[in-house]
C-alpha cells in the first residue's frame, strides 16, 4: 500500500511526532477553520492546503523543529498579498541581497522583516488577500516522497487549524512544533 510506503519515508526523517491520514472530521474542521480566514479584514486564502485536499489523499505531519535551523536565505516564500485582479502588492523575501535593495526603494512599504508591500501596485477599491501557497524544502525526505506518488502538495495549516491538529493529538502549540498536510494521488 502507498501510504505504508510514505510512512516507512517519514518515519526515518527523524523529528516526526506523528504522521497520520487525516480523518474526514478532522478535514472537515480544518477547512472550517480556514473558511474563517476568509472573514477577515485583509482574508487569507490556504491556496496550498486547497490543492492538498483536492488530491486523494491526505497526511498530517507534526515535527519538532527546536533543533533545526535553516539560514535565513534557505527559506522558501510561501505569503503573498494579492489584489483581486492577481496582481502581487506584497511578498515574503528572504534573499538578503534583494531586500537590501528593495529597502532602499520610498515607495516600499515593510510589514515585517522580510515582507515588503508595493503601495504603488495596489488599485484603489480592489480588494485584497493574503495568498498561502505550497511549501517547499520543509522535509529533508520531500524527494523521495514526491518519487513514491504521482502528485504531490506539502501545505501548512493556518494558526487556528495547526492548533486544532496539534489538539487532536495532545501536542504542545510551541512555534517550533510544525504541522504539515501532504496531499496526494497514487
Known amino acids: 500500500m502507498i501510504e505504508d510506503k510514505l510512512f516507512d519515508i517519514i518515519k526515518n526523517e527523524g523529528n516526526i511526532i506523528v504522521s ?15 473558511m474563517k480566514r476568509l472573514d477577515e479584514m485583509v482574508p487569507l486564502i490556504n491556496k496550498g492546503l486547497q490543492e492538498a ?8 505531519i507534526i515535527q519538532d523543529k527546536t ?17 483581486e485582479s492577481g496582481t502581487i502588492i506584497g511578498e515574503e523575501i528572504y ?20 515582507f515588503p508591500t508595493y503601495p504603488n501596485l495596489s488599485v484603489p477599491g480592489e480588494k ?20 513514491a506518488v504521482s502528485k504531490m502538495i ?5 494558526t487556528e487549524a495547526d492548533g486544532y491538529i496539534k489538539d487532536c493529538y495532545n501536542i504542545p502549540h510551541e512555534e517550533k512544533i510544525t504541522t504539515l498536510i501532504i496531499g496526494f494521488n497514487k
Open 20 to 34: 497520520d491520514i487525516m480523518t474526514d472530521e478532522m478535514k472537515k474542521e480544518v477547512i472550517k477553520l480556514e
Open 53 to 60: 485536499f483536492d488530491l486523494d489523499s491526505s497526511i498530517v
Open 67 to 83: 533543533n533545526i535551523t535553516l539560514p535565513v536565505e534557505e527559506l522558501i516564500p510561501t505569503l503573498t498579498l494579492q489584489s
Open 95 to 114: 534573499d538578503p541581497e534583494e531586500l537590501e535593495e528593495i529597502r532602499q526603494d520610498p515607495s516600499v512599504y515593510f510589514i515585517s522583516d522580510n
Open 128 to 147: 485584497q488577500f493574503f495568498v498561502v501557497s505550497e511549501t517547499i524544502g520543509m522535509l529533508k525526505c520531500e524527494d523521495r516522497l514526491r518519487s
Open 154 to 158: 506539502i501545505a501548512a495549516p493556518s
